[in-house]
């Protein structure tokens, strides 16, 4: 993972103090790193945009392990910083001079020595350029913790390699960022929170809406006893086989009402028309569907059970039962 700190040079009567070279380059003095601190750094920034911000803790048993330090010496000075990691090829680019070799821990800080060999880089820096800004790779341990001072953290900083010591202006830390400056990851990430706040807000207005619409158990109960009445309205109409599956009430009575009045007239009709109409002429009992035409003897055959299992015949066993009967009229009632 790439990250950029800060630190800053010092005054510049520090820098007016500065070793010159016979020719025309200038030693620096720089502190460059910081440890046992707690940063804060946007969760974007460490490949964590599920989170607004993430504190790191730079443990100096991570900052000043040898290794760390000893990827600061000969490291590419450069003005701001890169679009890239320094390499072979894009070296002769952008270094402005290099980090010396005696770099050596101050306290909490590491100092380390900068040979600035471009007359811009020197221009900057004895016109105000205050401030120095690392790049460097690390790995992130998502072990949360508190630091010796208090500090919570929720991930620990380790294998530490510096890449390139970039000068930069005031308030700078890298192409896009700005570690260190709190105050302004605090206000974009109050931002994003308010935005998520606002937008929750209107999803939960709209859950209560849909919520609303939905009617409760009497209601539902209410609309089913009245579709129930209105398909019952309409087979007397339409007839016991009129399927009302998937119909709008409209559309039931659009067609009971085109059923006696025909599709013509009753096409012109507005939908309260046709409402009034319907009452009327399902209210009127000459309107019903005909019925099938009752059969009494048929409907007798049909019932007249088995003698042996009171079962209903069958059109086979009903009409052997009409033979046996024929068969036997001659004979007394008692030798049936």
């Not at 309409?234 to 009971?256: K, N, S």
Request: charged share 25%; hydrophobic share 45%; glycine share 8%.
């Amino acid at each position: 993972m790439h990250l950029f700190d800060r630190l800053s040079l010092g005054p510049a009567a520090g820098i007016a103090g500065a070793r010159p070279l016979g020719n025309g380059a200038l030693v620096v003095q720089a502190r460059a790193a910081r440890a046992g601190n707690v940063q804060v750094y946007r969760g974007d920034e460490v490949a964590r945009p599920d989170l607004a911000q993430v504190r790191i803790y730079r443990d100096p048993d991570e900052i000043f392990r040898p290794e760390s330090l000893r990827s600061f010496g000969h490291k590419p000075v450069t003005l701001d910083h890169p679009p890239e990691a320094v390499t072979p090829r894009t070296w002769r680019g952008v270094a402005r001079g290099h980090v010396g070799d005696e770099v050596v821990r101050d306290g909490e800080f590491v100092r380390i020595p900068m040979l600035l060999a471009d007359s811009a880089a020197i221009a900057a820096v004895q016109g105000g350029r205050r401030e120095i800004s690392v790049g460097y790779t690390c790995d992130l341990d998502w072990t949360p913790g508190t630091a010796p001072d208090g500090s919570p953290y929720d991930a620990r900083q380790t294998q530490v390699i510096v890449d390139h010591v970039a000068i930069v202006a005031q308030g700078r830390a890298g192409p896009d960022c700005r570690i260190g400056d709190a105050d302004r990851r605090l206000a974009e990430a109050e931002a994003r929170a308010e935005a998520a706040e606002t937008a929750l807000a209107q999803r939960d207005g709209e859950v209560a809406a849909l919520r609303a619409r939905v009617p409760d158990a009497a209601a539902l109960d209410a609309l089913a006893a009245e579709r129930s009445g209105l398909i019952a309205q309409a087979r007397r109409i339409l007839g016991d086989a009129f399927d009302p599956a998937g119909l709008a009430p409209e559309v039931i009575r659009r067609q009971a009402v085109a059923r006696l009045l025909g599709d013509a007239e009753t096409a012109a009709m507005s939908a309260a028309a046709i409402e009034g109409a319907f009452r009327a002429l399902a209210a009127d009992p000459r309107h019903a569907a005909p019925r099938p035409f009752a059969d009494p003897l048929r409907d007798a055959l049909r019932q007249r059970p088995d003698a042996s299992t009171q079962a209903p015949l069958t059109q086979e066993a009903a009409h052997a039962a009409m033979v046996e009967t024929l068969r036997n009229a001659w004979k007394p009632a008692g030798a049936r």
